[in-house]
């Protein structure tokens, strides 16, 4: 089974500064790699899909990029509203999934 | 856009059998563009996907769970259920519906309910 793997498992940044979070496959998995942003006590939200096709209504301060094991999201320019945890996904050409086990990105 | 809401019972006892509903509206189950599908997530820990559920009724799970695991499909009802049987602590969650969109390179899941907390405990 394919493993997803986050990296920092949390991060302290400031408003408007550039931070990338790096998500590893533990086997290729092309560009099937999703992105989803979780605030506390909601669901999560779909950021990216394909690892950097931008999902609909989200700010494009936010972006991915990667393919095979290794991949990333940045986020140009954090905003107050940005400050939440971060989940990979791993998707496929079935409807079967794994998450990483998500980076929290903390207010400095 | 299909909005989804989770339903079942809070609290459940060790060994016995866990089961939710999800009422889909604005969108049928019966749809050919999705799937449909159960993620949970322990409190305080991070998300893991269950399993997923076409209107014909084929399924996929999450191997870990597959003994366990088994979802339906009511489209009279436009509603699609989950049940997990012998039940732990380890599967105290909160319990999330959601839609299964395919997409030219993989799936995603894009609308979600706002999740239901199970609480396993005697």
């Known amino acids: 089974d394919i493993q997803m793997t986050q990296s920092p498992s949390s991060l302290s940044a400031s408003v408007g500064d550039r931070v990338t979070i790096t998500c590893r496959a533990s086997q290729s998995i092309s560009i099937y790699l999703n992105w989803y942003q979780q605030k506390p006590g909601k669901a999560p939200k779909l950021l990216i899909h394909?690892?950097?096709r931008l999902q609909s209504g989200i700010p494009s301060r936010f972006s991915g990029s990667g393919s095979g094991t290794d991949f990333t999201l940045t986020i140009s320019s954090l905003q107050r509203e940005d400050f939440a945890t971060y989940y990979c996904?791993?998707?496929?050409?079935?409807?079967?999934?794994?998450f990483g086990q998500g980076t929290k990105l903390e207010i400095k | 856009q299909p909005q989804l809401q989770e339903s079942g019972p809070g609290l459940v006892k060790p060994s016995e059998t866990l089961s939710l509903t999800c009422t889909v509206s604005?969108?049928?189950?019966?749809?050919?563009?999705?799937?449909w599908g159960w993620i949970r997530q322990p409190p305080g820990k991070g998300l893991e996907w269950i399993g997923s559920?076409?209107?014909?009724?084929?399924?996929y799970y999450n191997p870990s769970l597959k003994s366990r695991v088994t979802m339906s499909v009511d489209k009279p009802k436009n509603q699609f259920s989950l049940k997990v049987t012998s039940v732990t602590a380890a599967d105290t969650a909160v319990y999330y519906c959601?839609?299964?969109?395919?997409?030219?390179?993989?799936?995603?899941?894009?609308?979600w309910g706002q999740g239901t907390l199970v609480i396993v405990s005697s």
């Open positions: 604005g969108g049928s189950i019966s749809s050919s563009s999705y799937y």
């Open positions: 996904q791993r998707s496929y050409s079935t409807p079967t999934f794994a």
């Open positions: 959601a839609t299964i969109g395919g997409l030219d390179w993989g799936y995603i899941n894009d609308y």
């Open positions: 394909a690892a950097s």
């Open positions: 559920i076409y209107r014909s009724g084929s399924t």
